[in-house]
């Protein structure tokens, strides 16, 4: 019983080392979920020394014998690589032998591979990224960040859908707040996609809150933000860039001489605690949505705290019937519409 | 001699209780710049006391009997309000008795007014709004920010020319680098806009840097970032979320209880010194670009610190030939195309 993963576990920028501790820390914690750890097997034995006794058949390798490179173009992996970690992992969900796959490589790679071998969900046009970022009430989903840079009213709306259901799945949250990213501009509210978007969203059925901007992201004023991926790209990667300046400042404040260092020292607990709140690792695990199986997609640079924490997305997503709610949404609205 | 200044003193949240002072106090620190001071002359008399016998000619008070409301339609302020002091300010910059107009007022209807009279330059479509955000090193020009939300590779292009302009002007930079917005994402580089102007720029004869990310604008790896106005806006409300969210997480950990307010007590020089290298005042000052005078919009919300960064920031283009530089790099790129 319970739901099982499948993990790549060549992926990222640390791969296996930090991979499999990760994946081995977070079965031990959570007894309903089994792993299929994907890779080669003669890196990843050795990683695992008795461990596969202790957690019995809930854990076992599935030999794959490429990786795919962190910078290599999508299509290439795609085409050329069909033993590589991260294409198995997604085969194996298609197999069904497992509910969701996990990787920490190259995102387009994932996205196209994710995309080619599990297809998408029937009404959906394009798969989505999903992330988390943290508000000062809860938590803020948003997408697309960056799978779609061109997007339509219609893909819009099919994102503010999926991550209404994601929402619905992950946070049991059965009507969250869908709001529209804008710009507050008096002279001109947003481009002319963006107001269709709205129209739309308007008349589905979804608890859309009409337009938020930039900001509402971290105020924690709508559950979803829907933008296209451009925008939405660019939102995360600004933040990432700002929340880097901010601890680099924060970081030589301190440390400028002794006297501030041993401020520092004093503050200790509370600076900890300040992080340990806007720790970006909690929010790890983006989620590509509007595929028939559950992807999650873990940061590249991810420790094995924050790879934990996207393999509790995956199996949270797909143990709460993620793909199922999506699916079931979109026949309702279609039916609705005919 | 000297540059004089055009100042809508009744526009902004808290209008001439804090932008007559901060007039005063600039005035006094600048002896080259002189200042017009447009408003009720019923409100601001008294808030100028015997201010005015102290700077002697620099300063005078220019009656304007109405007030453009900061939620005010801008074309119903363009339209029926022809004696606000908004609008009175930039007369003055198009009559030539002021290089500058600087206001606090409603942006919508500053740039639409600011197009209406002063026209754009030739060569410029479409004026842009730019404003200057920290970074680790030094600190960044963004624009648009959100005067344009369609915008044309021609259109980023030309935010480069008068952004790289600004940046000469003010920075005394005389080749700035200049980066165009993109997302990093291996899969797909950008929509066909952004490829264009990507082209565009390349042979500009500009120091054009290639595709930045949303971080680099914090990471300081450009002087200049150019992007359309809805991705611009989204970008900076967004970095204003995330700080105002950090800021209230820091202040809650802080305050806590007893011994976390002791040690926000100890550690109070730091975050001082901390809080000044962040502190949005100091950048306060979007600069109009495009048209044929400096326009300057200050943040509603400015205090009388933030409203003098602004009026300088006025003074300082103008002083250092904005409008003519832009004017003569648009020239000299009309002739290399011919």
Redesign the interface.
């Known amino acids: 019983m319970g739901v099982t993963v499948a993990i790549d576990c060549m992926g990222g920028d640390h791969g296996p080392v930090v991979t499999v501790p990760a994946a081995l820390s977070f079965l031990r914690s959570h007894p309903a979920v089994n792993a299929i750890l994907v890779g080669r097997e003669d890196v990843l034995a050795p990683l695992l020394g008795d461990a596969l006794a202790g957690l019995g058949s809930r854990v076992r390798v599935h030999h794959a014998s490429e990786v795919v490179g962190m ?1 290599e ?2 299509a290439i992996a795609m085409r050329n690589k069909k033993d590589s970690s991260m294409r198995v992992a997604v085969d194996l969900v298609k197999a069904g032998e497992a509910a969701a796959a996990i990787s920490a490589g ?4 994932l ?2 591979i994710s995309r080619f071998v599990l297809k998408t969900l029937p009404g959906i046009d394009r798969p989505a990224i999903c992330s988390i970022l ?3 009430k809860g938590h803020t989903y948003v997408l697309d960040l ?5 997007c339509t009213a219609e893909h819009l709306l099919q994102f503010g859908i999926m991550g209404s259901m994601l929402v619905a799945a992950v946070d049991h949250i059965e009507r969250p707040r869908v709001g529209l ?1 804008n ?6 509210k ?3 996609i ?1 107001k269709q978007a709205g129209e739309l969203l308007r008349g589905s059925g979804l608890n859309f809150c009409g337009n938020v ?7 924690g004023s709508a559950d979803v933000v829907v ?1 296209d ?3 939405g ?14 601890s ?3 970081r030589e ?2 440390g ?1 001489n002794i006297f ?1 260092k041993l ?2 020292l ?2 200790l ?3 900890k ?2 992080k340990h ?2 720790d970006h690792r909690r929010y790890n695990g983006a989620v590509l949505l509007g595929l028939r199986g559950v992807v999650v997609k873990s940061h590249g640079s991810a420790d094995g705290f924050a790879f934990e924490q996207a393999i509790a997305r995956a199996a949270d997503a797909a143990g709460n019937q993620l793909i199922e709610r999506i699916s079931s949404k979109m026949a309702s609205m279609s039916e609705a519409a005919a």
């Not at 710009?183 to 001109?188: D, K, L, M, N």
């Not at 901007?213 to 105020?219: A, C, L, P, T, W």
């Not at 790209?233 to 901010?246: C, R």
């Open positions: 910078d173009p999508p190259n995102t387009g790679a996205m196209a943290p508000a000062v960056g799978a779609n840079v061109d990213l710009i507050g501009e008096e002279a001109i947003g481009n002319e963006v901007e930039g900001n509402d992201i971290y105020m933008c991926g451009f925008v790209n660019v939102a995360l990667k600004t933040s990432e860039g700002l929340a880097q300046m901010l680099t400042f924060l404040a301190f400028r501030t401020m520092a004093v503050a607990p509370v600076l605690q300040f709140r806007v």
